[in-house]
């Protein structure tokens, strides 16, 4: 990091410091004490505490995770007079004259439950082996490298053969006719083996992401609570989708996860 502080004059020696807008950040310049991505992980953890030691006068298990899912704004938590307490979409609760969205308000108690009830159950199957979690595509990783080579090789030959193609055309060696026809079947070929070399990349995506033991050992720790917090929810929860009719999409931070559902 340079360019923090910066010389009053060339006849004052002393130092003053710079508006942050003004440092000059070089980022990987030296070997890293931790990997990026425990470091990332570590200040998501810190980012979740700060949240839950705001102002606010109630937490709630879900805090922070409940999204709207027909205007995509947040929903908030609220006590009723009777104590209870139940959901509002923010859109609605800012707008309402405006129609903008609907109330959303359902209780909120009977989703917290239910949400705990279901992540348990399914951590349970996954403890148990009763669900596989770690399924796992033949293939490896240099398979898919291989095999997106080749592919790529018979995309490049394709086309060479529709350069060729048109040269010959130029030539008067194939009439119009044929080159239309022609170039129109291969470029079809073309579509279809891109189609297979993205769907492969993808697949290669996958093999290098699994995140299998780290499900596990957030499993074990969640099975481990009597009761989670807010914190551990944020880690395993990345959004809860509520529609108007009550249906929930539970969005998790691992991948896997979501193939679960």
Avoid at 105 to 128: P, R, T, V, W
Avoid at 210 to 232: A, G, H, Q, Y
Avoid at 251 to 260: D, I, Y
């Amino acid at each position: 990091m340079q360019n923090k502080r910066s010389r009053i004059s060339y006849k004052n020696r002393k130092l003053k410091s710079n508006p942050q807008e003004q440092w000059n950040i070089v980022e990987n310049t030296h070997e890293p004490i931790i990997e990026k991505q425990i470091f990332d992980k570590v200040q998501k953890m810190v980012i979740v505490q700060k949240y839950n030691r705001s102002e606010k006068k109630h937490k709630f298990l879900l805090d922070g995770l409940l999204i709207c899912y027909e205007c995509k704004h947040k929903i908030g938590v609220r006590t009723r007079k009777n104590g209870k307490l139940d959901m509002v979409c923010n859109n609605y609760r800012r707008n309402s004259k405006l129609g903008l969205c609907t109330s959303h308000g359902f209780s909120y108690e009977a989703l917290e439950k239910h949400i705990l009830q279901y992540i348990k159950n399914l951590f349970l199957a996954i403890d148990s082996k009763k669900i596989e979690l770690n399924i796992r595509n033949k293939r490896t990783k240099q398979d898919y490298e291989k095999i997106l080579k080749q592919k790529q090789t018979e995309i490049n030959l394709i086309k060479d053969n529709i350069d060729r193609m048109y040269v010959d055309k130029l030539n008067g060696k194939v009439s119009e006719e044929m080159y239309e026809r022609l170039f129109n079947k291969l470029m079809k070929e073309i579509q279809q083996k891109e189609k297979e070399y993205n769907e492969l990349k993808s697949k290669k995506e996958d093999t290098s992401q699994d995140d299998s033991k780290e499900i596990e050992k957030v499993i074990k720790e969640f099975l481990k609570l009597e009761k989670p917090t807010p914190e551990m929810m944020k880690v395993i929860i990345n959004k809860i989708e509520i529609h108007q009719d009550k249906q929930l999409d539970i969005v998790f931070n691992f991948k896997k996860l979501n193939n679960l559902i």
